[in-house]
């Protein structure tokens, strides 16, 4: 898999990976470790609040105190010994939940077989520099075996089962930490921490490795509770307690990420020891704390989900931080009858629209376009939200998602009485995020745009990319990011601003002078506010949308004083016109980037050729000043033992600024056109630019202002 994202094994069955992150936050809560309650030593989740959105939580103390005055008996997180009869009875008439049984017992039997084991090596702060990790690996080994059995051991009845996946947890139980070595003090350290967390930070016991492990050997304690001895089932809790609980109990404040509520460790950390304390209930009551202070982290991330279902660090990590939080979402909501519904949050109403609408917008790390998310977690979230546009996503997008056969699908299976509506208008603007997306449909026919102008307000995951475009059509991505490779062991720090993946030279931008974009938080710096772009205006209409971005203070403003740029899909005709506004010193130096993710053939300095797999398209710019376009070679590069220098191309547009104000357009339009006459020109005649386009005898004209587009 090309993608960085995944930095656990790459061999997993069952359990979504882990990937490394975190961005702002808005949210702060106070007072973590105050205000004991007399008689149970339980302590208050949180006090007061103070900047960023304001709502009305429930009383997660309160409700989980309820919780207790339940008999809980295991299995009782996701499914108990009744709700199992369901599972059962679907493996028995239904084929694709049989073909899924059949699968995991395939992959048990292999685990209780196997006589081939990996070895216990040192937890290797510079796994990241040599690319493997034979630590992790020891332990996915583990824990994804430990899981299947279990799971097994819960439909089958058989003590083998049973006796196996203690056998596998044993193995997590007797390992020094969970945490993964990229999160070791001396490698995150230096980090660039997020908006809302100091920049003193020194603890880093636990983290979304760790929560990863917690919440899937709560679910294997859950479920062989009835097979284990007491000394088994003590081995299993002492080491949740040990490893992940009371790393954090009464201590949240030391930890960057209890905070940092935009941030997708927020949700995936605060579920992780929330699913270990919800699994350890029955003997460690005085847990509820965790579990209120749980519900109030993932309730705090959700909070900061845009009501769009936007996600400001962008669509992998949307998934991901989403992702791994619903399976303590689901937990709570079981165990607390329906009190503690976290899903119940604006933000998840249509769950599907960002991973729907933002399907070719690859911004920020670990992008790539096409679906995000998997089969399962998008069941229960179709279930939870009856939303039909997340029915039709979840149909058209992931039914063919491999990950989709494991238990997780006999658990949520997909609902049957939701009808898929896909949606009548194809274009979509994200407000909670300046993320903007134009269409004529979804299918590959369509030219498909995606713009970004947004804050350069998350210095973990976002890039210095105001005002980038990424243009995609017949499947292949004419005009798209430089392809970002896996994290090496400095990239979270204040070195990461000069990554060609990062830096604003390494996406579709305009640099005056070579001035790049900045970032509005530097190490041990304070914050920069208002650092970044915005989306002034997105409209949308039968014939063509057009966006309209402001991205003047994405740079310091010394050499660039100023720039808006106007995206525009005629829809008729799949052509995308984009119109510079450029303010700069008279002789400047103006480049306009674009990145090719396909061939690339220029003629002589003027025009371009992109050529994919499924059709060409052809690009033209439209400038009064003389201009040269040329294809040059980016150096990205990693720290890193093998592979550390790769080059990129990159299409310059180079013109001298013939005055304080600079106007320059490019279209991109299917070389069929072309092939068929068509021209387009730039007039400034009138009081607005006009860029026009004569085909077949008939010329269209689109006047573009500085605050909207008029179709003559």
């Known amino acids: ?99 899924v049984m059949t699968l995991l017992k395939h992959y048990g039997e292999r685990s209780m077989l196997t006589t081939v084991e990996p070895e216990l090596t040192i937890n290797d702060p510079a796994a990241r520099y040599t690319e493997t990790n034979p630590y992790l690996d020891y332990q996915m080994f583990y824990l994804n075996g430990a899981y299947n059995l279990a799971f097994l051991y819960q439909m089958t009845g058989e003590q083998a089962y049973a006796d196996r996946a203690f056998y596998f947890v044993n193995k997590l139980c007797a390992m020094d930490t969970w945490v993964q070595s990229a999160h070791y003090f001396e490698i995150i350290y230096p980090r660039v921490w997020p908006y809302g967390v100091p920049d003193d930070q020194v603890s880093f016991s636990y983290d979304i490795s760790v929560a990863d492990c917690a919440y899937v050997v709560g679910l294997v304690y859950d479920w062989l509770y009835p097979a284990l001895a007491k000394p088994q089932r003590d081995r299993i809790r002492g080491a949740l307690l040990e490893k992940a609980i009371t790393r954090v109990r009464g201590n949240y404040e030391y930890q960057w990420w209890a905070t940092a509520y935009k941030c997708n460790w927020s949700g995936i950390c605060h579920s992780g020891v929330g699913m270990a304390a919800l699994a350890l209930l029955t ?107 997340a029915m039709y996503y979840l149909e058209t997008y992931l039914n063919g998602d491999r990950r989709a056969k494991n238990m997780w699908e006999l658990i949520w299976p997909r609902p049957t009485d939701i ?62 990011e430089v392809p970002q490779r896996y994290y090496d062991q400095y990239f979270f720090n204040e070195m990461r601003w000069d990554y060609l993946y990062v830096k604003s030279s390494g996406h579709n931008t305009v640099i005056v002078d070579g001035e790049e974009q900045v970032s509005g938080k530097h190490k041990d710096q304070p914050w920069q506010p208002g650092v970044g772009g915005r989306i002034e205006k997105f409209v949308t209409g039968p014939a063509f949308d057009y966006v309209v971005m402001d991205a003047t203070k994405a740079y310091p403003g010394e050499k660039l004083k100023s720039w808006k740029r106007t995206v525009i899909l005629d829809k008729q005709t799949d052509a995308v016109l984009v119109l510079d506004r450029v303010g700069c010193a008279k002789g400047a130096k103006i480049e306009v980037l674009f990145h090719p993710l396909v061939d690339a053939t220029v003629h002589d300095g003027e025009s371009v050729t992109l050529t994919g797999k499924h059709a060409s398209v052809d690009m033209q710019t439209l400038s009064e000043a003389p201009y040269r376009t040329t294809l040059e070679k980016q150096m990205s590069f990693r720290i890193v033992k093998n592979d550390p220098v790769q080059y990129h191309p990159c299409l310059y547009t180079t013109l001298t600024a013939p005055s304080e104000m600079n106007v320059i357009g490019t279209v991109f339009y299917p070389s069929a056109r072309k092939a068929a006459g068509a021209v387009y020109t730039l007039e400034r005649s009138g009081k607005v630019p006009v860029i026009a386009c004569t085909a077949g005898g008939v010329t269209t004209r689109y006047a573009v202002a500085e605050d909207g587009v008029t179709r003559l």
């Open 1 to 99: 898999m090309k993608k960085k994202l995944w930095t656990w094994a790459a061999a997993v069955l069952m359990l979504p990976l882990v990937v490394d992150g975190s961005t702002n936050h808005s949210v702060n809560y106070a007072g973590e470790a105050a205000g004991n309650i007399a008689g149970n030593g339980v302590s208050r989740a949180a006090g007061k609040r103070t900047a960023g959105p304001v709502s009305v939580q429930p009383d997660y103390l309160e409700i989980c105190r309820g919780i207790l005055q339940q008999k809980l008996e295991h299995p009782y997180l996701v499914f108990t010994n009744e709700s199992k009869k369901e599972i059962l009875e679907r493996v028995r008439t239904d084929p694709f939940a049989a073909e």
């Open 419 to 480: 009808p898929a509506v896909k949606p009548s208008e194809a274009s979509k603007y994200f407000p909670s995020i300046d993320w903007a997306f134009m269409r004529r449909d979804f299918s590959d026919s369509c030219m498909q745009v995606a713009a970004k102008c947004a804050l350069a307000d998350d210095p973990h995951h976002g890039h210095l990319d105001a005002g980038s475009v990424n243009l995609t059509w017949m499947g292949d991505t004419f005009v798209g």
């Open 283 to 389: 003997e460690e009551p005085r847990l509820i704390d965790v579990l209120a202070r749980s519900c109030e982290g993932v309730a705090g991330m959700f909070a900061h989900l845009g009501a769009d279902n936007g996600w400001g660090e962008g669509r992998g990590y949307a998934g991901y931080g989403l992702g791994q939080s619903i399976y303590f979402m689901d937990a709570i909501k079981k165990v607390s009858g329906g009190k503690i519904d976290l899903f119940d949050t604006e933000g998840l109403k249509h769950p599907a629209d960002f991973a729907l609408f933002g399907l070719t917008g690859s911004f920020n790390d670990g992008e790539a376009a096409g679906p995000i998310g998997t089969s399962y977690h998008y069941n229960k979230l179709v279930e939870e939200s009856q939303d039909p546009t």
